[in-house]
């Protein structure tokens, strides 16, 4: 005797999508899913942000302005740089810097070695190395007095640079170099 077949249909706690395909749900992945798509979404925007505001450079937070305590120079340059990236330093001189119509500047060699001096405007006059140091002197008769500095940075990290007009006060700017 042959054994009768009979549709049944079979059991099944997965949810069904028009009574044909079984479509299974893991709703504390999704949960845990849910949550990195929205970590992600604010770490985009703090990412976003902090480059608006210049923290990879070329922004309000790069830029930076600093005058030595005797007036002597007012400095502005980009605290934050990148490799390879052109910016410049463009210092002003007050008037007790121009002494006998020149104009001297003594620079740390860092300028050249890490941050990349491709020129200086104006041309100065005269320039020497020595001490890990170097002096440059401008011809100078008549204010406002300044000099740019083009840069190219070469290396990455941190650069300290040193500005001083000889028998003045020193200024130290801390530049950082991102790849």
Known sequence: MAASSENTSVGDSVPKINDDLAVGSDLEFQRRWWKFENVTWWLFAVIVLMDILGCFGRGPLANAKVQTPDGTMKIKYERIE???????????????????????????????????????????????????????????????????????????????????????DEAKLTIFVMP
């Open 82 to 168: 990148r490799l390879s990236t052109p910016s410049l330093i463009t210092i002003e001189f007050g008037g007790s810097a121009i002494k006998d119509e020149k104009l001297q500047l003594l620079v740390s060699e860092s300028l050249v070695k890490r941050l990349g001096n491709q020129r200086v405007v104006p041309q100065p006059a005269v320039s020497r190395l020595g001490d890990s140091k170097i002096m440059y002197t401008f011809p100078a008769n008549r204010l406002p007095a300044s000099v740019q500095f083009s840069l190219e940075p070469s290396e990455v990290g941190i650069s300290h640079l040193t500005l001083q007009v000889p028998g003045a």
